[in-house]
């Protein structure tokens, strides 16, 4: 026994019940699981009321404050609405007919009648005043005014320190008196108002009289009562049955009115809920109803404090210090002030202050509710109880259960990774540790198999391969410049065959680097024609002007620097057939010319007054989709169903994966011919990695990727890390590769192929006949280009460089006068390495 088995020898002798793995699983489970579920409990339970009490008063705080500034904005609203009804009519003239007529329409616009409406003369007796009685105004006698209590005379003064614009408040008045009125009627008025008052000056500025409007004190209740309702515009939850009212207070602490049932809109003013709970005096002169609570209740008079000063808040604790159950507050009463502005942009002045009682229950009620949480909770920690016996039933038994899976899945996953699972006993980690010491000898050995097989297929993916064997039959024979096999080959080389054994015009399409102008040549070379000219014209190589002119050629002295006649494609191809490369970069301007000669098969060169006559087949060529060059109006449809009369379309190389073998080495060894190396060859690893690619520049670039693996690769066979594709974020040596094409030195028998490869790339005369000496020099410039080509004109030699600049063989150096053309390395390629 060594020292570390000391522990758990003593563990096992003396405390056989606190170690884990000597305890029955009933055991264990209720000495993990009941405190755990007494603890949940407890702590659940406890931060569940606190929190819930605490964002209950909170939010009821902030309901009643929302509530409170509503309403204060709805009192404020009511006043102002009434200044400016006294306003709008301050200008008219104060007849009976028209005073009448305008309290008639706005008791009819607004949600409750003004009691009083009236005109006081300041300078005569002509007075004219209204009451509105049941819904109807009835104009007071003359002698009958003085006779109105408190009588509407003792506001004059205060409207004759107003300016023009400014009406001010009057204090809370109660009316009661008895009027005979002219249809001899007798009318008890009573009623509680606020009177506002304004004068009316004449032209000299002088105030000559004074209007009286009155708004009812009941109809401001009723607003109290509105939002005090369930049909409140801030009602948004059902509320409990505790009580709950709003009222009214003045700037000097007496309660004038509080709210009442919503439907009680003609019922006395009040003031018995408000005044519960308070001693203090009630009545006052003029209001009976009127109550002020005595001084000592300190957070009522904070609270008119507060509203004097204009602001709002709330009293959360009343004077009483009552106090709910579990020591929250059992009332809220928010506040705010009420203000009136004596003009509509004038300063406001707080005129009175609205409160808004709540004496809810819903804490206690939530207390309450704590027990059916406390038995939600209850339930939840049953439930987690099932799922903590289950877990653990798993978890006793999971060793076993891993250990066999692991095993298990060594052989559905072939993988031969050590099991890493963790220690639980003795007996599966004992178990664990020989699985892994056998995987260890069984990885090793595979190991050991691999690295043989990997170096076997290294070797065998850097032998030279093959070239697919030639399917015999077909149509290969009749177009060997036709590379490739398969379905796709086949059908092509099928159309090629029926467009060359008929003279009607041929639309070639297909994407850039298909081989479009290889077609054209085919089509040439077994058609009737195939002894007369091929002439290859490269629309996105020429402007506009340019373009016309090489077509349909032009007359000496047709324009400045036609200093010779220039016969033009038509006239060239006459009796053979003219190929026009990436047709659909036409101008409008010259679809519309190609196509009157197409159709007329006549043309006229610029600069003379006849047409001439000429016998050419047109092979045109595209590599967009012509259609929707037509739909975007950059193509005419007539021109497209006139060349269109033949459609050949070229696949893309992606598509004919079969071909790229037959390419490879057919490229290969054109390669090897014009750069002095015969006898290269492609490794089965390179044949496999252009296999894999998807080739976006299709054959053209499959070529010069064969080209430059040529010219780089110093082994006669070349690997697949010689090959540079796009994919590979590779770069083109130039430098590199043009010092290997200068090194060569082609023989006689090259010297065709060169030719060849002159052909290919579709340089006129005047360009095969240049690029050669180009290469030896160097460089050109323009000058010594119109030199070299017998002094051509400024302007086609400025197309003939920018069309090599286009085709990669020169390379623009320098601008202005200093304007350099040097040769690229496909240029010095193509000219054979002169």
């Known amino acids: 026994m060594t020292w570390i088995d000391i522990p758990s020898r003593i563990q096992a002798r003396f405390l056989p019940f606190y170690a884990p793995n000597k305890l029955r699983v009933r055991t264990k489970l209720l000495a993990v699981l009941i405190p755990s579920m007494v603890a949940i409990l407890l702590v659940t339970g406890y931060v569940t009321y606190i929190f819930s009490q605490q964002f209950l008063q909170e939010a009821l705080e902030r309901s009643g404050i929302v509530q409170t500034l509503a309403l204060s904005q709805a009192l404020e609203d009511a006043l102002a609405r009434g200044r400016r009804d006294l306003l709008f009519f301050v200008g008219e003239k104060p007849t009976a007919e028209a005073m009448a007529g305008y309290l008639a329409r706005i008791n009819a616009l607004r949600p409750f009648s003004y009691r009083e409406f009236g005109y006081l003369d300041l300078e005569g007796h002509e007075h004219v005043y209204y009451v509105t009685l049941r819904g109807k105004a009835f104009r007071v006698p003359d002698a ?16 004759r320190g107003l300016g023009p614009g400014q009406v001010v408040l009057g204090p809370l008045a109660q009316l009661d008196y008895h009027l005979t009125l002219g249809t001899g009627e007798d009318v008890a008025m009573g009623d509680e108002v606020y009177r506002l008052v304004t004068p009316r000056a004449d032209a000299a500025g002088r105030i000559v009289g004074v209007y009286i409007l009155s708004l009812g004190a009941r109809d401001l209740r009723n607003i109290l009562s509105l939002y005090n309702s369930i049909h409140s515009p801030l009602h948004g939850f059902e509320r409990s049955l505790e009580v709950r009212y709003s009222f009214l207070f003045d700037t000097e602490g007496w309660v004038l009115f509080q709210s009442a049932e919503v439907g009680d809109t003609d019922l006395e003013l009040t003031t018995y809920l408000a005044r519960a709970g308070y001693s203090g005096t009630l009545g006052r002169r003029g209001m009976d109803s009127a109550f002020r609570p005595e001084s000592h209740y300190k957070h009522y008079w904070r609270m008119i404090g507060d509203v004097r000063e204009g602001k709002s808040g709330i009293i959360d604790q009343a004077d009483d210090d009552q106090l709910d159950v579990g020591g929250f507050r059992a009332s809220y009463m928010p506040y705010a002030p009420v203000r009136f502005s004596s003009s509509e942009n004038g300063p406001s002045k707080v005129v009175a202050g609205v409160a808004y009682m709540d004496k809810t229950r819903m804490t206690l009620r939530a207390g309450y509710k704590q027990v059916d949480v406390v038995f939600i909770i209850t339930l939840s920690a049953i439930i987690l109880v099932t799922g903590l016996i289950t877990l653990l039933a798993r978890a006793i038994t999971r060793p076993i259960i891993d250990l066999s899976r692991s095993v298990s899945s060594i052989e559905s996953t072939n993988g031969l990774s050590p099991l890493n699972l963790p220690d639980h006993d003795h007996e599966t980690t004992l178990l664990k540790n020989a699985i ?34 030639a399917v015999p039959g077909g149509t290969a024979g009749l177009f060997p410049e036709i590379k490739g096999v398969g379905p796709l080959l086949e059908r092509l080389r099928a159309e090629v065959a029926k467009a060359a054994h008929v003279d009607a015009d041929v639309l070639v399409t297909g994407e850039t680097g298909t081989g479009k102008q290889l077609v054209a040549e085919a089509i040439h070379r077994s058609s009737r024609r195939a002894a007369k000219p091929f002439i290859s014209i490269n629309c996105g190589a020429l402007d506009e002007n340019l373009l016309l002119d090489t077509l349909f050629g032009h007359v000496k002295g047709a324009f400045t620097e036609a200093r010779s006649e220039r016969k033009g494609a038509f006239l060239e191809a006459d009796g053979g057939i003219l190929f026009l490369d990436e047709v659909q970069s036409a101008t409008p301007k010259v679809q519309q010319a190609l196509l009157r000669a197409i159709a007329m098969r006549r043309v006229r060169p610029l600069g003379s007054d006849k047409e001439l006559s000429v016998d050419v087949r047109l092979i045109a060529a595209s590599n967009v989709d012509l259609r929707e060059a037509i739909a975007a109006g950059a193509f005419r449809e007539d021109f497209y169903f006139r060349l269109k009369v033949i459609a050949v379309s070229t696949p893309p190389l992606r598509q004919h994966k079969m071909s790229i073998s037959a390419l490879a080495h057919h490229f290969l060894k054109q390669a090897g011919d014009t750069t002095a190396r015969r006898g290269l060859g492609l ?3 390179a044949l496999a990695k252009l296999t894999a690619y998807d080739w976006p520049g299709n054959i053209r670039e499959l070529k010069h990727c064969i080209l430059r693996a040529a010219v780089m690769s110093e082994h006669s066979v070349i690997q697949d890390t010689d090959i540079v594709l796009e994919a590979d974020g590779g770069t083109f040596d130039a430098a590199a590769a043009e010092q290997a094409a200068e090194a060569v030195v082609a023989p006689p028998e090259s010297f065709a192929a060169v030719s060849m490869s002159l052909e290919q790339v579709a340089l006129n005369t005047r360009q095969r006949a240049a690029l050669p000496t180009i290469v ?43 304007t350099r053309y040097e040769p690229t390395p496909a240029g010095v390629l193509a000219a054979g390495g002169e």
């Open 436 to 469: 892994n010491a056998m995987i260890a000898a069984l990885r090793r050995q595979w190991d050991e198999i691999k690295s043989r097989d990997r170096k076997i297929e290294q070797v065998r993916m850097r032998e030279a391969a093959s070239p697919d064997p």
């Open 144 to 159: 009958a005014i003085p006779d109105i209590r408190p009588s509407p005379f003792r506001l004059v003064e205060e409207a």
């Open 776 to 818: 030896r020099e160097g460089s050109v410039t323009r000058g010594r280009y119109e030199a070299l080509c017998g002094g051509i004109p400024q302007r086609t030699a400025v197309h003939d460089l920018r069309d090599m600049v286009d085709k990669g063989l020169l390379a623009r150096r320098g601008s202005g006068p200093a």
């Open 683 to 685: 490794s089965r690893g």
